[in-house]
């Protein structure tokens, strides 16, 4: 081992992952870097996802109830020797030089305190939600700022010391997948800290996605929580699924969904809604041009209407959690005031 290498402690997860652990474990196992420790954190499972990981060479570490991942990643860290801690999630498969790209980034970057990457566009499972949602995942991480104002755990590192000395995951406000790495995010950005989204830094998704198990983790795992920790915070930026051409787009689908009704009564509010939804294919030419180079015409006309209805939750979740949260605050200030 090379003694200028930094030790990387490589911490997954796990709830009842034993299907996709085998591929998970396999990739980081046959890893080109040598200088690594792997930590499985088993969540309680009721399936054999310990068992797998111990034949397979990992670590295994067993919560005491079943906790969450943010729980178990901070578990991981405070045993881990790593000065660098990678999360990846168990149905994440790296590439041979994942663990070498990482060490590099931190070494030629010896300002930040985070990175992550994302899914590639190849996800495994081939029906549509699944290929669909993957690809936007891709997409938006590609497009966006190097300098990142989140974080992602699926495939993101921290320095371990800068990870302890914020406290990790607050695992106690989402003690479910949720939001909490983006919270972390925000959390080392509001300390100073730099985070780095490196668009090389790739790995293959194989989670098999729903229509209900969409619905239910976008709108209440994810829209739910990140509106409410927009507005708390007050700072919204234009970068990853943020975006000015995102928030307009949302309101415009609420606009045609507003319009629907009152177009029965009037007509001409038809061509109204179609001259909206124009605008809104206009806003996101990219994603669809991506679509139409990736998967198809078929493939891309099947997914505006998911995008739309994508923007009509999202933007719906956000109204209501502002009247939920931000109103009663502003009122509270004026009365206050008064």
């Known amino acids: 081992m090379n003694s200028n290498q930094p030790f990387i402690t490589v911490i997954v997860p796990v709830y009842n992952g034993g299907h996709f652990l085998h591929q998970c474990l396999d990739a980081l196992f ?3 870097y040598s200088a690594f420790e792997l930590i499985v954190i088993d969540d309680c499972s009721t399936d054999d996802s310990a068992e797998i990981s111990r034949k397979k060479g990992a670590t295994v570490l067993h919560m005491p109830l079943r906790s969450g991942p943010g729980a178990a990643r901070n578990y991981g860290a ?26 590099k980034d931190f070494q030629e970057h ?33 497009q966006s700022s190097s300098e990142a104002f989140t974080f992602w755990a699926g495939l993101g590192a921290v320095r371990r010391e800068t990870f302890l000395s914020v406290g990790g995951f607050d695992h106690k406000q989402f003690p479910i997948p949720s ?11 509001k300390m ?41 915070s007050k700072h919204i930026v234009n970068d990853l699924n943020l975006r000015t051409s995102d928030r307009l787009s949302a309101m415009l689908v609420g606009l045609s969904v507003g319009l629907l009704p009152f177009a029965l ?20 030419r990219k994603l669809f041009r991506f679509f139409l180079q990736r998967k198809g015409i078929l493939f ?8 739309l209805l994508y923007y009509f939750y999202s933007g719906t979740t956000f109204v209501l959690c502002w009247f939920r949260y931000a109103l009663p605050r502003t009122l509270d200030f004026k009365r206050g005031g008064n």
């Open 30 to 32: 046959t890893s080109e």
């Open 78 to 103: 405070e045993k881990g020797r790593g000065d660098i801690l990678l999360f990846v999630d168990a149905d994440v498969v790296v590439k041979r030089d994942t663990l070498a790209k990482v060490a």
């Open 110 to 142: 010896p300002e930040i305190a985070a990175l992550f990457g994302s899914y590639d566009d190849e996800p495994q499972e081939k029906n549509f939600l699944s290929q669909y949602k993957n690809l936007c995942h891709h997409f938006v991480h590609q």
């Open 179 to 189: 939001i909490e790495d983006i919270e972390l995010g925000v959390r080392f950005r």
């Open 192 to 232: 100073g800290h730099r985070i780095l989204l490196d668009k090389e830094l790739q790995a293959k998704h194989l989670k098999k996605w729903g229509i209900w198990s969409w619905l239910r983790t976008d709108i209440c795992c994810r829209a739910m929580p990140w509106s409410k920790l927009l507005l708390m």
């Open 265 to 284: 009564l009037k007509p001409f509010l038809l061509f109204v809604i179609i001259f909206l939804l124009l605008i809104i294919l206009l806003l996101n």
């Open 300 to 307: 891309a006309a099947l997914a505006f209407p998911c995008q």
